[in-house]
Nanobody, 121 residues
Framework: QVQLVESGGGLVQAGGSLRLSCAAS????????MGWFRQAPGKEREFVAA???????SYADSVKGRFTISRDNAKNTLYLQMNSLKPEDTAVYTC???????????????WGQGTQVTVSS
């Protein structure tokens, strides 16, 4: 099990940028596959991006070309760089850890609390 704590959310104007961080506890972070998910009010949780333990990545079509997922294993930290933000990106963003590389939420047993991102038009 790994404990996850997100930070970096906030209010930004459309077209702006934010970088989210997800700090992980434990000494085995480098062996986990990591994902970012988001949930807007009244909507289902949706996949945003994932990165494998070997740094392979996958993105939702809605964020491809605008968001970049990365990890720093020395710092036990996952990142999500979000550029060209749109009002429809407004959501609670949550990081998750899994032994399986997945683009759906079910295989992720460990979740953070989430951080709010609000994009104003």
């Amino acid at each position: 099990q790994v404990q996850l704590v997100e930070s970096g959310g906030g209010l930004v104007q459309a077209g702006g940028s934010l970088r989210l961080s997800c700090a992980a506890s434990g000494r085995t972070f480098s062996s986990y596959n990591m994902g970012w998910f988001r949930q807007a009010p009244g909507k289902e949780r949706e996949f945003v991006a994932a990165i494998s333990w070997s740094a392979s990545t996958s993105y939702a079509d809605s964020v491809k070309g605008r968001f970049t997922i990365s990890r720093d294993n020395a710092k036990n930290t996952l990142y999500l760089q979000m550029n060209s933000l749109k009002p429809e990106d407004t959501a609670v963003y949550t990081c998750a850890a899994s032994r399986v590389f997945a683009v759906v939420s079910a295989p992720y047993p460990d979740w953070g609390q989430g951080t709010q991102v609000t994009v104003s038009s």
